[in-house]
């Protein structure tokens, strides 16, 4: 079983698998932290100085004034704020997904297929190199 573990383990594909999963979650935090201290910021000066982590609906009936008093209170809250920032953090990383997918395909473009090196022969059905004017195998005379 120990073997068998370690055959998979070391395959290409789950190596490369892990490798993925790691850089994907330091590279989320990283695009996190743009959305949160370097995107949001300015939106929420343009938008009258808000700031959209902090925005939310107090749905329990307590008196609070801000998020982190709701939540040190044990209110119950819809944090809308966080959930916008929670999108964009998404679509961010969706469109770097996709720049860096357009990009390893560019890469990675086929190669065109090869020129054929024969054809058949009309005759009797037998491949012949695609400059035969006369066919080996039943001795017809090839259309140009």
Not at 99 to 106: A, E, F, S, Y
């Amino acid at each position: 079983m120990w073997k068998d573990f370690k055959k998979f383990a070391m395959r290409g594909n789950v190596v490369d698998m892990a490798v993925g999963i790691i850089i994907g979650v330091a590279f989320g935090k990283i695009i996190t932290s743009l959305v949160s201290d370097i995107i949001m910021p300015p939106i929420g000066l343009v938008l009258g100085r808000v700031d959209f982590s902090s925005l939310f609906l107090n749905i329990s009936g307590k008196p609070v004034h801000s998020l982190a008093e709701a939540k040190a209170a044990g209110a119950a809250t819809i944090n809308y704020g966080i959930f916008i920032n929670n999108i964009l953090d998404f679509i961010i990383v969706a469109f770097a997904v996709f720049l860096l997918i357009r990009i390893v395909n560019r890469w990675n473009k086929p190669e065109p297929a090869p020129a054929p090196s024969t054809k058949e022969c009309p005759y009797c059905a037998s491949q012949i190199p695609i400059k035969a004017t006369r066919c080996p195998n039943c001795t017809s005379e090839l259309p140009a």
